[in-house]
Nanobody
Framework: QVQLVESGGGSVQVGGSLRLSCAISTSIYGTYIAWFRQAPRKEREGIACIKPRGNTGYSDSAKGRFTISQDKSKNTLYLQMNSLNVEDTAIYYC??????????????????WGQGTQVTVSS
C-alpha cells in the first residue's frame, strides 16, 4: 500500500509563498502524481501534475504561480506556491497512481491520497 504524507501548509498573507511537500512511501514510477485542493463547499480540483514522462500539467488558476516538482531520490513531491491570494485557501492533497485513462485533473483517476494539509491565505 502506498502512503502519502503532506507537509508545509500553514497561514500566509496575500502575496506570500509556501512550499508543500509530499513524502511517498514507495516508488511510483510510471504513474501520474498530482496536487489537488478542496476549498469549503467546493469540489476537489486538480491544480498540478507530473506525468509519467516528466511533463507537467497545471490548472488555469495555478499557471504562472505554482510549480510542481519531484525529487525521485527522496520519493518526494513538491508544490511551490507563489503570489498566493485568498482564493487559494483550501486543503491541499497529493495524489498518486493516476493513469492516462483519465484526465490528469480528474480525482477519480488516482488510487492513493494523502491526508491533506491546510493552506490559509489572509488579507
Amino acid at each position: 500500500q502506498v502512503q502519502l504524507v503532506e507537509s508545509g501548509g500553514g497561514s500566509v498573507q496575500v502575496g506570500g509563498s509556501l512550499r508543500l511537500s509530499c513524502a511517498i512511501s514507495t516508488s511510483i514510477y510510471g504513474t501520474y502524481i498530482a496536487w489537488f485542493r478542496q476549498a469549503p463547499r467546493k469540489e476537489r480540483e486538480g491544480i498540478a501534475c507530473i506525468k509519467p514522462r516528466g511533463n507537467t500539467g497545471y490548472s488555469d488558476s495555478a499557471k504562472g504561480r505554482f510549480t510542481i516538482s519531484q525529487d525521485k531520490s527522496k520519493n518526494t513531491l513538491y508544490l511551490q506556491m507563489n503570489s498566493l491570494n485568498v482564493e487559494d485557501t483550501a486543503i491541499y492533497y497529493c495524489a498518486a497512481g493516476g493513469t492516462a485513462r483519465y484526465e490528469w485533473s480528474d480525482k477519480f483517476g488516482y488510487n492513493f491520497w494523502g491526508q491533506g494539509t491546510q493552506v490559509t491565505v489572509s488579507s
